[in-house]
């Protein structure tokens, strides 16, 4: 399995912008998928982002449609979660994941690897 650390979240106000780290290590990261998601209190995991080995293509999920990106760089291991327009009920822990294989992948079942998350408190 893949290791992951996550970094970059804190508190922020509304409408103000954030960028989330995972860095991977143990296994060659382009041989793997990368993906955030999030869980906030007395909430189910929610997927937020998903992108392939290659960086080719990206998915997100419905909150965050227009407002986030993901990207990749796979010579640093890393895989970045860029939130802008960030609005109070983006506040959760947010969670980096790895999934074997290409495809980027939008469900929480299809991810072996997962971060310990970091928070991220959006204030009104």
């Known amino acids: 399995q893949v290791q992951l650390v996550e970094s970059g979240g804190g508190l922020v106000q509304a409408g103000d912008s954030l960028r989330l780290s995972c860095a991977a290590s143990?296994?060659?990261?382009?041989?793997?998928?990368m993906g955030w998601f999030r869980q906030a209190p007395g909430k189910e995991r929610e997927f937020v982002a998903a992108?392939?080995?290659?960086?080719?293509?990206?998915n997100f999920g419905d909150s965050v449609k227009g407002r986030f990106t993901i990207s990749r760089g796979n010579a640093k291991n890393t895989v970045y979660l860029q939130m802008n327009s960030l609005k109070p009920e983006d506040t959760a822990v947010y969670y980096c994941?790895?999934?074997?294989?290409?495809?980027?992948?939008?469900?929480?079942?299809?991810?072996?690897?997962w971060g310990q998350g970091t928070q991220v408190t959006v204030s009104s």
């Open positions: 992108i392939s080995w290659t960086g080719g293509n990206r």
């Open positions: 994941a790895a999934a074997f294989g290409s495809v980027a992948a939008t469900t929480a079942r299809e991810y072996g690897s």
């Open positions: 143990g296994r060659t990261f382009s041989n793997y998928a």
